[in-house]
T-cell receptor, first 108, second 114 residues
Framework: DAKTTQPNSMESNEEEPVHLPCNHS???????IHWYRQLPSQGPEYVIH???SNVNNRMASLAIAEDRKSSTLILHRATLRDAAVYYC?????????FGKGTKLSVKP | NAGVTQTPKFQVLKTGQSMTLQCAQD?????MYWYRQDPGMGLRLIYY???????DKGEVPNGYNVSRLNKREFSLRLESAAPSQTSVYFC?????????????FGPGTRLLVL
C-alpha cells in the first residue's frame, strides 16, 4: 500500500504550535515525503518535503524519524489561515499518492 | 505569473455528453497532471505527462483521454460522461517528474454529471 496514515482531524488554538503526525511504515529508500495542504474550495498547496533530514522553510518544519517510518509536520504558530486539510504524501516514481489527510481546525 | 489556470470553473453535463477540460501553465514546466477529488477524499491521479509529447495512465484513467497540446497546455476529455465522473478535477504542473518535485495546482473544475 503506497498510502500514508494520518489522523482524520486535529484541533489547535491560535498562536500555539501544531504537530501533525504521519505514518509511512512501508516507505522505500527513494521515496520523498511531501506535505501539501488544501484550503476550502482551493487546489492543494505545497508546504514542505524531505528525504532523510529534518527540513525547515518559511511555512513549517518537517521532522523525519531516523527509520523514516514516520514524520511530523510542525506549524510553529498556528493562525486561523492555517485551517485546512493537510496531506502527508509519499512521492513515488514522480507521482504524488494522496490519502484522506488530516483536517486541522484552529480556534481563536 | 498566473501559475496553473483551468477552464471552465463549473460545468453541468447530462449522461453521455462529452466535454474537454482545459489546463494551462506559464511556469515553463515539463510535467503536467490531471487529478480528480471526490467528496471527503484525497486526490487520485488520472493521467500525467512527464514531458511534451508523452502521456501515461495514473490510478483512475478509465473513461478519460488526455492531450498534451504543447508544453503549456494539457487537456482532459470525457467522451461520454457518466454520473460516476461527478467530481472536482485539478490540473497540476511540475518542473520535472522526479520524486522530489513540487507540484503546483490549479483552482479546479467542478463537474456535475446528471
Amino acid at each position: 500500500d503506497a498510502k500514508t496514515t494520518q489522523p482524520n482531524s486535529m484541533e489547535s488554538n491560535e498562536e500555539e504550535p501544531v504537530h501533525l503526525p504521519c505514518n509511512h511504515s512501508t516507505i522505500s529508500g527513494t521515496d520523498y515525503i511531501h506535505w501539501y495542504r488544501q484550503l476550502p474550495s482551493q487546489g492543494p498547496e505545497y508546504v514542505i518535503h524531505g528525504l532523510t533530514s529534518n527540513v525547515n522553510n518559511r511555512m513549517a518544519s518537517l521532522a523525519i524519524a531516523e527509520d523514516r517510518k514516520s514524520s511530523t509536520l510542525i506549524l510553529h504558530r498556528a493562525t486561523l489561515r492555517d485551517a485546512a486539510v493537510y496531506y502527508c504524501i509519499r512521492g513515488s516514481q514522480g507521482n504524488l499518492i494522496f490519502g484522506k489527510g488530516t483536517k486541522l481546525s484552529v480556534k481563536p | 505569473n498566473a501559475g496553473v489556470t483551468q477552464t471552465p470553473k463549473f460545468q453541468v453535463l447530462k449522461t453521455g455528453q462529452s466535454m474537454t477540460l482545459q489546463c494551462a501553465q506559464d511556469m515553463n514546466h515539463n510535467s503536467m497532471y490531471w487529478y480528480r477529488q471526490d467528496p471527503g477524499m484525497g486526490l487520485r491521479l488520472i493521467y500525467y505527462s512527464a514531458s511534451e509529447g508523452t502521456t501515461d495512465k495514473g490510478e483512475v484513467p478509465n473513461g478519460y483521454n488526455v492531450s498534451r497540446l504543447n508544453k503549456r497546455e494539457f487537456s482532459l476529455r470525457l467522451e461520454s460522461a457518466a454520473p460516476s465522473q461527478t467530481s472536482v478535477y485539478f490540473c497540476a504542473s511540475s518542473d520535472s517528474s522526479g520524486f522530489w518535485e513540487t507540484q503546483y495546482f490549479g483552482p479546479g473544475t467542478r463537474l456535475l454529471v446528471l
